[in-house]
């Protein structure tokens, strides 16, 4: 009996194993896929039956991309856009989060449950509605727009993530340095924001991950090619060079995803225990 048990046990473990190894290769094998692209040469490409695994790998691709093509500049511009929307994001989050989770008010519960709502609202249900509002205030074509909209589109998550790592804080602490003749601001500032700073830090890193891969907005709201974040900038490198084949635009693509590669990789662990942390009360 035990030892049907243990082999029942076994078998499922395995199976799961099996699973996790299946859902694993199933998203991993486009990201070696690209890779493989952007190492190869144009005959490569087109080879039947494909080339797995090219060699020499072409590692002047990337030389390419990076030299004669605008690729800097995109990656810039993102950078730029991310930093900005990382920072207003979490100045409002924060306040927004620290209220839901300190003050007790009318319509507290429809307020939340309105914030989760405008988190469900995918970018590209909203795009056309947004350019229409804009191009009517004559407003396209502007950081400081998309900017906004970035803030508007990352917000919800954050201000929720943020509220659950606020309710793991106990709120005597609040009530200690208030007694000690703490202001609100002084509470929030001083007290709650330093043993918060891993849980910021990681709705920083979400945010900016969040925001690094937006593709729909800024492809309607900006007109000029100067101002392209990377995820347009990559359409835009097809569109304006017949040079750029293939195994370039691949090159370009790896290029694009390694900083989000690279964060996740190098802070997993502390994402992953910002999380479970805000994901349980007290």
């Not at 209220?99 to 469900?120: I, N």
């Not at 060079?241 to 290029?255: E, G, N, P």
């Amino acid at each position: 009996m035990l030892g049907s048990k243990a082999r029942a046990e076994r078998l499922t473990r395995a199976g799961l194993y099996a699973a996790y190894a299946a859902i694993t290769a199933f998203f991993l094998f486009p990201i070696f896929w690209v890779v493989s692209m952007s190492l190869k040469t144009v005959p490569q490409l087109f080879a039947s039956p494909p080339v797995w695994f090219p060699v020499p790998p072409q590692f002047e691709n990337y030389a390419y991309v990076l030299t004669g093509t605008s690729i800097g500049r995109y990656l810039l511009n993102s950078a730029f856009i991310v930093l900005m929307t990382v920072i207003f994001t979490l100045i409002i989050a924060t306040l927004a989060a620290y209220g839901f989770s300190r003050f007790s008010f009318r319509y507290k519960r429809p307020s939340l449950l309105a914030v989760l709502v405008f988190q469900m609202v995918s970018p590209v249900v909203i795009a056309i509605p947004l350019y229409r509002f804009f191009a009517a205030l004559g407003l396209l074509n502007s950081y400081a727009t998309l900017i906004l909209v970035y803030v508007a589109i990352v917000l919800p998550f954050t201000t929720w993530f943020l509220k659950g790592y606020f309710d793991t804080i106990p709120y005597e602490m609040d009530e200690a340095a208030i007694v000690d003749g703490a202001s609100r601001w002084q509470v929030l500032t001083r007290i709650l924001l330093p043993v918060c700073a891993p849980g910021i830090a990681t709705a920083a890193i979400l945010a900016a991950v969040l925001s690094w891969s937006q593709f729909v907005v800024p492809f309607i709201l900006l007109d000029s090619r100067e101002l392209y974040p990377i995820s347009v900038g990559l359409v835009d490198l097809k569109n304006t060079s017949d040079a750029i084949t293939l195994h370039y635009l691949s090159a370009a693509s790896v290029i694009a995803i390694a900083p989000v590669i690279a964060v996740f990789v190098l802070l997993q662990r502390y994402i992953v225990n910002a999380l479970t942390a805000g994901a349980i009360k007290g």
